[in-house]
Each structure stands twice: as structure tokens, then as C-alpha cells.
């Protein structure tokens, strides 16, 4: 059965009911993960599947997507990429069951009944596969920007600004 994404979830109510759900969270709404974005104007595509597997353990199979403009750090542009996420997580309620968990899963420790936010959940995985090191794939930068350093001060004393006053008065003239 399909729904709507809620806000706050029951992990584990939602596993015993086998609920999926799937729907679109704000990018505005993961402050966290906008932090290293070049803006948080988008949508995080959401699918959800809450299961319990053969050997009782509580689970969910998530599907997130978000398209992101990120800045490159060799030529501090921004950047257009995507954010994919397909995680397995099994629930937890202790540290201490984390070992025993199948290979497949990783897990997803809840330390008490409290409802959980869905949109921190999905953020907390969309931050994991952001890259270290944000780069375009082509060379982004011309070659002259690396070897011409020292004289950039040369060139930048040749083109000075033009005074908004001089433009004022060359208006004015007209
Ligand atoms: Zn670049």
C-alpha cells in the first residue's frame, strides 16, 4: 500500500505493516545538508519501503534522489549533479545488536519509541554520498589561470573599474 509522506514516522509500527510510502521532501527542509550545497531550491525524491524480513528483523528499503548544485573547489563555480541513495537499513533499538545484524543491512539505531523525522533520516543518508572533494569532471579551469598568477596584479592594475560617477555624468551629457 502507497502513501503520502508523513513528517515524523514509527519506524517500527511501520515495518510491522509493511507501509510504503513515497512522496518528495523540500531540500530547504535538510538545513544540514544545505549547508554544503550551493543552494537548497529543489526536491529530494523519496521512496520508501518498511518490511520485516524471514528472521524477524525490522526494515527498510529506501530510494533517494535529489538533483543539487554544489560548488566546484578548483574553479568555485556552481555545479549541477545528483544525489542517488539506495539504502537497506535494518532497525536497532541497541548498540549491542548492531553485530548480529545481517550483511546486507546497516543499521538504524532508534534509542527510544519517539517518532522520528523522516526528512533527517533521508538527510543523514543524502550527506554520506556527497563528495569529499566537489570537482567538475572536465577540466574546469583554463591552463593561463595557474601559471599566470604572479602577474595578476599587474593586470589587474591596467583594468581599473569604471567610476559610477563617470558613467552618471557621460548619462547626463547624452
Ligand atoms: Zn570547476
Redesign the pocket.
Known amino acids: 500500500m502507497h502513501q503520502k509522506l508523513p513528517k515524523e514516522i514509527d519506524p517500527l509500527r511501520l515495518a510491522q505493516n509493511g507501509l510504503k510510502f513515497d512522496g518528495q521532501i523540500l531540500l530547504s527542509d535538510m538545513p544540514r545538508l544545505a549547508k554544503s550545497l550551493h543552494s537548497d531550491s529543489g526536491l529530494v525524491d523519496v521512496a520508501l519501503a518498511f518490511d520485516i524480513d524471514e528472521i524477524g528483523t525490522p526494515y527498510v528499503k529506501g530510494e533517494f534522489r535529489a538533483p543539487v548544485s554544489i560548488v ?6 556552481p ?1 549541477s549533479m545528483e544525489l542517488s541513495v539506495s539504502c537497506l537499513l535494518a532497525m536497532v533499538v541497541s548498540e549491542k545488536f548492531i553485530d548480529k545484524l545481517a550483511e546486507q543491512y546497516d543499521p538504524w539505531l532508534l534509542e527510544n519509541s519517539e517518532p522520528v523525522s523522516l526528512s533527517k533520516v533521508v538527510e543523514d543518508e543524502l550527506i554520506l554520498v556527497l563528495p569529499l572533494v566537489p ?2 569532471t572536465e577540466a ?2 583554463p591552463s593561463e589561470a595557474w601559471s599566470t598568477k604572479l602577474d595578476y596584479n599587474e593586470d589587474e592594475e591596467d583594468q581599473k573599474p569604471v567610476s559610477p560617477f563617470a558613467i552618471l555624468s557621460s548619462l547626463k551629457k547624452q
Open positions: 566546484c573547489e578548483r574553479c568555485m563555480l555545479m570537482r567538475h574546469c579551469l
